[in-house]
Every structure is written in structure tokens, then in C-alpha cells.
């Protein structure tokens, strides 16, 4: 068995699950919500143990456009792994959600995170602009109808409308810009791209206006500057499971690409790579300022978590722009990797607290926070967790990822942006550090202790182990991330 | 194609793509829009782009814009078209950025390297790439080569030759794509049965 | 400027003008009176009427009047009355109308009907030598490798003429004609075009002139009854071909809104539909735009699937008789050509006359009928006949 064929088992699955609510209509949330969520741990466990094998090859009529490396590999795991806690989070919303469906419904919900995974997953490994253009409209198409979904709040319709006409224009200068690089470079492969850029005679005018536009198209879908104004409103009015999807799921998708296209516009003898590198550095400093400062007035919970977004957004840009780290000896595509691996645990956990509060009936805002702490200590400390680990906090998940980041602008030097890459991470500790003391104040807030099944209580406890496992000890996660590099270097040597 | 023809269908298509934006009345913006793309088809057919000029027609201006024109008849347009007061502010930066954009990709464009050379230099090699499809052997389709041995080019059989054997696997997607985006205007638009009921 | 036109060829330019007001003007436009004399004699004859029988010219015996008939063909000139009548008429516009689309809209309903007759051939091929023309003349105005999506990108156009009309009359029956008329074509448009993939699949073709030549010598698509049409796997083929057929003559019915689709204009629920307020001239465009595009859909089911303007058994015939019956690229005689010629008038004029058949004895349907047609049954239908086609053609494939 290879590792497409747990992909298509996702995305044949999921069209199955349409067909059932489709035809019978009847059926009941729970066997949905089983089906999906079962369909999916089974398609983890299986490509845990594919994935392990080195030798897992792909079938004939997809070499060409995919390699599994490990990159792809890893990308492929985050992508199962939110797409199963999305699941369960969307199980867990139900309640509250189907107040604002039409009739009630949920199906959809359970059903299209899967088709949206399967599309993560062919992104992760696709080797040239045509498959992954393809796979990120599928990915992208389906959030547009996932983030609309709760359709009978008008937030949500406005937000699936913001989304909707902005990704429509992004996809446009996507392709807008695929099509001035195969003008230019002659060639829709990442390896024919970097190889026709790097020959002196390839036009450089021509490649760099494609180069902006494909980066421009990708930084609508990574919520980069100046790129970034619809994620505020999108996130507060999509569903919490949907927000948590967009923001994890979604943005990794989109950096793996973002990692692939900009390795191969930055390669080695490139001719347009000082170029890029100017405009990611720029561009990325931007983003971690308009993410972080604007946050700092915000009251809703979600708006607040999508601005931290973008400031990740932002680090991650940043840490693309530098390249190779020599002091942590991972690649910038690993540094990626590694920051979105710690972002996925706490940002599921502060929406998953969220999630609790909205089903037991309060708001999305900060001072709905006021008095977790005594209502459900257990909640409250692992949200502290998340939180601290958003801002970067030492011995947090968080933080790893931030040092990375920072040593690797200061190994190439870059101190502009590593002023405002400061910048940025202290404003977060301030924002996020006031929904802290939000948590534990006690003013205005009812006693009555907060219901939670089991199944929140043991999420959210395995969720803080790994956000405080992974800060201090991240080697293994780490080394796993180091490999490719080793691997590259001992092809180049031969 | 004479070059007289060339300016013509230019004229048509930006000329009418400007009065798409400048129209006050929406329905006439709507029928600008399709008037450019069949400019825009004319000038696919002068590249011998027969289909791809034909479906621009077929699937753009005769079904798209007919969905939209659609739309806009049944809203009610007449605020529209009174028109409040113009956003200077929007109007002008609007233009500035649709310029510079134009003439930098206007500039960027003779710049290219193949921007010198004339169609007539560089003309098809029909027969050669026909005897080049026979030699493919039990893959080759007979009516391509067939065609190109006579000197036609058969685009839309290439076409088609190649969306369903190279890139099979990305058209299965694009086919689930079109489902995923069917169901999710369905879903969305579908009307709320207990809210039909409470009110009625 | 002389620069410009060094490199037109005349003989083509003369050639293709000739061929366009040939066709279009002295062939479609005469039909379309023919089709409404057609239209009202059958009609009175299904209806066991006697119709129009009177018109001819005054005090001459042309136009076959009431006492000098034959077969029953009398009153010849009706349609001609009809054509002085339109123009002598009042034009009468609305003082509400939006002026510009109101005026444009009969214009767009014409013009892309007659457009699309571009690429029928109309006749094999004439041998003009006798008038200095060395090539022979192909018998089609744009021999186009994309025939039958031309038309039907040309034919999608016509839908504006409609929904002009009905939006620009500002008045409530136009408006939900207009409304109804769009929706439908677009409903219908979808399996008229997936109808006829299965026949590209079988021919592997799209250039209408070499479809037409291939059933010339080989059999009709669904009458394979000479050449090659006499193998296994043609007749195996024709059942997804009988199929193609009818959902193609169906959604062709319901694109040219024909009874018993002709729910733009149905009298009893719109008073007239979409011209309601149209008068004179400007109404009788309208009406010579939907006999024009019937015209043309019936050359067009003439061409794919009844051989164009080959005569049956002609290669049969040609080994019998041994004279030429079919034709041969390069040495057609000019008889043969204009033989042809008449031949595919005459099967036009039959597959008209099944139309009018049609429209006098079927009821219409209502509305929602129509939609679920549509949407249920016809696109799924010619979706699967896709599907049929292919597997049935990976045991017997294309040449």
C-alpha cells in the first residue's frame, strides 16, 4: 500500500459520506460524526505504518507530479492529525453549531474536512505549480463552503463572503503568476524552475514579476502582509472547528508550497534570489507588525487568535527568507516544519477552551475568560499553557520555534528584522499575558463549574503535555526535521 | 491574421473590458463583459486556439454572463443606476495602480526574449511532429496524426489527448473540486425548512 | 495600406462571399417563409382545417390560388402577405421601454441564428471550372476543425436577444418570459452539448465536412446500412447513437423554445412572452430568429446523424449504376454537387416538418415539468450515454 492510496481512501470517504446524507437523509449525526472520525484515525494509524517503510512508492500516474520526502511526509502527518482533531472539535460543537444551519444540519461538516485533507496531503508532496495549484483550490473551495457553513449568523455569511471574494482575486494572481514564471523559466516544475534560474541567460524582469506574483498569490493564502485583512474577520465569523482548520490546517498547506517555491526561486546561482530574499524579509517583518500591534485593542477571542496568526505567519516568512540555519543545522523548510508542529497543539487547545465556553453558553470575547480558574482549573491552566506558548514562553513549545527563527536571522544578519521580529513577540506577550489575567480574575464571572465529557478533559491534558513536552525536550521532533539536510548534503557530496 | 483585424479585436476587447467599470447601468456592464470576451475569443481563433476561442464563447459569454445578466435583472438596479456620489479617492487610485501594473507588464513584455520574432518566422512543423506521433506507436491516437500529416493542427484532440493522459490525475481533482463547490451552493442555499414552516 | 490587403487572396475572399449571401440569405432566409407557410398549412391539416389557401398575386394566376390547386398546395403567397403586413404595420414603442436594449434585442436574437449556419456543410462540393476556378469550391462557408461548438457558442448567445427583450419591455409577462427563457436554455444547453460527445467519440472527429463525407461512404450514424456501417461494431454503436439522437432532437426542441418547450412565449399563462410589447418589423425579427435557429438545428441533427447532404446507398448506387453517386474529393462532378445541394435541403425540409409535427399535437409542459426534465432525466441520461459510449467503445474502437 502506498501513501496515495490512504489519500484517495480520504477523499473516496468523504464523497461517501456525502452520497450517505444525500440518499438517507435520516441519518443520525453521531454515525456521521463516527464514520468521519473513525475514517480518519484508521487513515493516520495506516499511514503511521506506510510511512515508516522508506520504500512506499507512489502509483504510476502521479510520479510525475509528486516525491515523498520527508517534508512531505511530515506535512502529510500534521495534516491528519488536525484534520482527526477538527473532527473531533466539530463533534464536539454540534450542539451550539446547529442552531445556526440550515435545519439543523451538520453533515457537510463531517464530511468535507476530509475531501480538504486529502488536498492538504497531495500539496505536501506535489512537485510542480499545476498539482498544487489543483490540490490548494480543492483545499481552498471547501473552506469556502466550511467557513459559511453556520450560515444563519450573520458573521459567519459575512465572513464566508470576505473569504470567498478574496481567494477568488488571490487565485488569480496565483495563476497570474504561474503563468509569467512558465513564460519565463519555460518550465511548472520546482526542479526545472530552479534549474532554468539559476543559467545566466534566463531572462531576470520577466521571472521576478511572476516571482512576485506567485509569492503575492501564496500570501493571500498564508495571510501574509499586505495580504492579511481578511483573516480577522474570517476567523471570528467561520465556526470555532472551521477557525481552528483555516488556521492550522490551511496554513500549513500553504507553507509547504510557500516552502517549496520559494527553495526553488532562491536556489543556489539564482538569478533572481537577492531579490526574493529582500521581498520575503520585508514582507515578513511587515506581517509580524500587523499582526501583533493591531491585536493588542482586540476583545474577541478570535479575533485575537487571528492576529496571532498572522504574526506567525510572519516568524514563518521570516524564516523562509533566511535559508539554511547554520547554528541549528536545519533548513528554513525545517524551521517551518518544526513551527508549525508546536503551533498545532497550542492553537487547537485555545480553541478547544473556546469551544467548552461557547457550548456551555457564553461569548467569544476576553471577559468571558473571567473566572475559569475557578470553574475548571483544569481548563484554565492548560489554556495558560497555550497561551504562554503563543507568546513564546521559555520551556513552552512555543518558544523553540521562536529561537529558531531568531537564530537564524542572526546567522545571516538581518537586523531590521530581527528589531522588528522583537518588536513583535514583545507585544505578544502583552496581549497575550491580558487574556491570562483575564482567565484568573474573578470579578463579574458566575461560580458554577463548567460541564466537560471526557474526552475534552483528556484532549486538552494531552494537548498541554505535548506543548510542555515539546518545549523542553525537542530534540526528537527536531531531529526528525534535521534529516533532509544531512540527506542533501550527502547527495551534493557525491 | 491581417494586423487590421489584430487592432480591431484589441479595440473590442479593452474597450468594452473599460466599460465594463465605467457603465452606470449594471446590465450594460454585464453585456460589455461578454462583448470583450468574445473579442477575447477572436483573438484565441487568430492564434489557432480554435477551441480555446470557442469554449470562451460557449462556456463565458454564453453561459456565465447569462447567469449574471440573470442575476442582475431580477435585483432591483434602479439605486444603481441613479448613481450616489463617485469615490474620487477609490477612482484614482484605482487607475494609478491599473497603470503602473499595465506598463510594467507592457515593459516587462518586450523585454522577453522571444519578443522579436515574428509569426510568420516561426511557423508550425506540422508534418514533422505527425510523423513524430506515428512513431509513439500503440499510444498515438490515428486522427491526430492523421490531421497533422495534413497539415492541420487538431488543438482540440491535443488537447484532450492531453488532459486525460498527462495530467488525468489533476483533472480527477478539478472533478472533485466542481462536486465539493456543487454541494456547497447547495448547501448553503437550500432553504430552511422550520424557519419556512414558523413563518407561514 | 497597400500592404494590407498585398496579402488577401481575392479568389478566397470572392469565393466565401458568395458562399455567405448564397446560404444565409437565398437559402435560410427564403426557408424561413417556407417553414411559416409550412407551419400554418400543416397545422390546418392536423387540425382537419382548411388553412390558408387564397394568397397569390392579384390577377395573375401565380402562387396557386383557391381555384387552381394542386395536391392541395395552394395560397402559396401567404407568407409574403404576412412579410408586407409586418412592415406596413405601426411600430409602436413603449414609452417605458429601456430604448437602447429594447431596439438591440430583436437584432441579437437574428443575428446569432444566422451566424451559426457558418459551419453547415450545405453540399459536398461544386466544381466551378467552368467559370475559371481551378480548386472546387467547398460547399460550407468556414470549414472549421471545432464545427458543432461553434455553433452551439454562437447559438448560446442568442439567449441575450431574449433576455433583453423580456428585461428592456419593463412590464411584468415580457420580464417572466425573459426569466423563464434563460433558465431554460441553460438547463437544456448542458445536455445538448453532452448529447453529441458519444458521436465524437465514434467519428473522433469535430470538422462537420469530414463527418459528413465519412457517412457519405460509410452509412448514416443511425443507418449504417452501406461501407463500413454493414460491421459488428458500428451497430453495436448504434444504440448509444440511437440514444444521442433523441436527446439531441429533445434538448434541441427545448433550445429553439418549441413547443412543447415554449414556455417564454406561452400565450395562455404570458400573453405572448418576451415580445409581448414588440410590434411590427421588430416582432417579426423575433419570430424569423426562432424559424432561423430551427433551420439550423435541424441542419444540424441532418449533418450529424442523417448524412448531411449524401444521398443514401450512394456508393452502392455509384457500383450499380455506374454513374457517380458519392462524392470524391477533388472529381465531383458539378450535377452531383448541386444534386447534393438539394439533397440536404430536402432532409432539412423533412426534419422541419417533424417539428411542426410536433408543436400541433403535443400539450406543453408546465414550468417545474420542464426544469426536472431537464435537470433529472435529460442531463443524467446524456451523461450516461457518455459513459456507454466509452465502454462500449474500448471493444470496438475508432479507426
Redesign the interface.
Known sequence: MSVFTIEAFL?ILG?VL?MIEAFAPDISRRTLAALSIGGTALALVLFFTVASHETSSLPA??QP?MKLDSLAIFYKGLSLVITLLVLWLMHECAPYLSKYT???RLS?LFS?PL?VCA?MM?MAAATDL??VF??L??VT??F??LV??A??SNLALEA?VKYLILGALSTGILVFGIAWIY??TGSLSFEGISAALAKPET?K??AL?GAAFLLAGLGFKVAAAPFQSWVPDVYQGAPIPVTTFLSVGSKAAGFVVLTRTVEALIGEHSIIGPEVKALLLVLGALTVLLGSLPAIFQQSVKRLLGYSSISHAGYLILALACGDSIRTGMTSGGIVAFYLATYLPMTVLAFLVLAVLRVNGQGEDIRDFRGLGKRSPLLALALTLALASLAGLPLTAGFMGKLFVFFSLVDHAYWGALVCATIGAAAGFYYYFRAIVAIYSTEGSSNEPLKLNIASKVGATVLAVVIVVLGVYPKPLQHTLTKPVEVAAKASAH | MPPLLFYLFVLITLGFGLNVVIARNPVTSALSLAVSFVGLASLFLSLDAYFIGVLQVLVYAGAVMVLFLFIIMLMDIKSEEAGGRANMAAIIAGVVVAGILSVQVATISGKLPFSDKSTETAALKLAEAGAQWEAKGKENLPTISRDLKAGELPDAKLMGETLFSKYAFHLQVVGLLLLVSTVGVVALSKRDNKEASSQS | MAAIFANIDLAFLITALVKIVGFTFMMILPLVTVCVYLERRFSAVIQDRVGPNRVGIPLTLFGFKKDLQILGIGGLFQAAADGVKFILKEDFTPRSVNTFYYWLAPCLTVVPALLTCAVLPFGSELDLSLFGVVQPVKAVIADLSVGPLYTFAIASLGVYGIVLAGWSSNSKYPFLGGVRSSAQMISYEISLGLSIIPVFMVFGEMNLSKITSFQDLNGWLILPLWGEGLSVGRWVLWIPMMFSFIIFTVAMFAETNRLPFDLAECETELVGGYHTEYSSMKFALFFMGEYAAMIIGSGMAVTLFLGGWSIPFGPVLTSLTGFQFHHVAGSTPLLLGLVHIGVFLAKVLCFIMFFILIRWSLPRFRFDQLMKFGWLFMFEAALLNVLLTAVLMIWFPLK
Open positions: 477523499a464523497l456525502l500516474f502521479v507530479w440550515v435545519d439543523g457537510e468535507l475531501i488536498g497531495w499545476v498539482t489543483v490540490a483550490e480543492l473551495v471547501s469556502y463552503v459559511a457553513f450560515r444563519k464566508g513564460g519565463a531572462s524582469v520577466p514579476l
